[in-house]
């Protein structure tokens, strides 16, 4: 018999299974040729949703892709040719809402990760990412874990997805890669 951090274990890895075995291969293979194809990227969120983002715009600039995160001091303004990516859970997020009407008007694509794809974000998206909440048997809108701690855990993974798949079909070398870590710390 399993002990609680087991079992607590095994349920976080089958839903996160289960929540990105239904994220289709055209929807990592066109958000993949999009951000090649962006000028700049941007990423937009608020709480756990734009601490994954960040996650994802580290790997991005160790890519050698030119990224900011919305809303920093130093951040530029964005205009045709780039794209933001808003992750939110909800879909509903004050900010990151605004941060993809102010991109819009500024002729940048947005492309939106979201659990809810009939969310206000999700409606404006040019690309979306659904990152639907399943259970550990592929129940549909149940998870075992607290509210949106799934949705986050797998927008961080399907990132990382996306960079890994992103250096093999662009042949990124990890030496590059590498040699872009921070080396103030």
């Not at 929540?19 to 608020?46: F, K, N, Q």
């Amino acid at each position: 018999m399993d002990g609680p951090y087991t079992s607590a274990r095994r349920v976080v890895v089958r839903e996160l299974d289960a929540l990105l075995s239904h994220v289709e291969e055209d929807v990592y293979t066109d958000l993949v040729a999009a951000i090649r194809d962006a000028d700049r990227i941007y990423v937009a969120g608020a709480g756990r949703s734009k601490l994954s983002a960040e996650c994802f715009a580290m790997r991005l600039m160790h890519l050698g892709l030119t990224v900011h995160v919305a809303g920093d001091s130093t951040t530029p303004a964005a205009g045709p040719g780039d794209l933001l990516l808003a992750c939110s859970g909800s879909g509903e997020t004050p900010t990151t809402l605004v941060m993809a009407e102010n991109a819009a008007r500024a002729g940048a694509r947005t492309a939106v990760v979201t659990a809810r794809a009939d969310s206000t974000l999700a409606r404006r998206a040019d690309q979306l990412v659904h990152l639907a909440e399943y259970s550990q048997d592929h129940e549909p809108g149940r998870s075992a874990q607290f509210v949106g701690t799934l949705f986050e855990q797998g927008a961080l993974l399907f990132f990382d997805s996306l960079v890994l798949a992103y250096e093999q079909l662009y042949g990124a070398d990890p030496q590059d890669m590498l040699a872009q870590h921070t080396n103030l710390e």
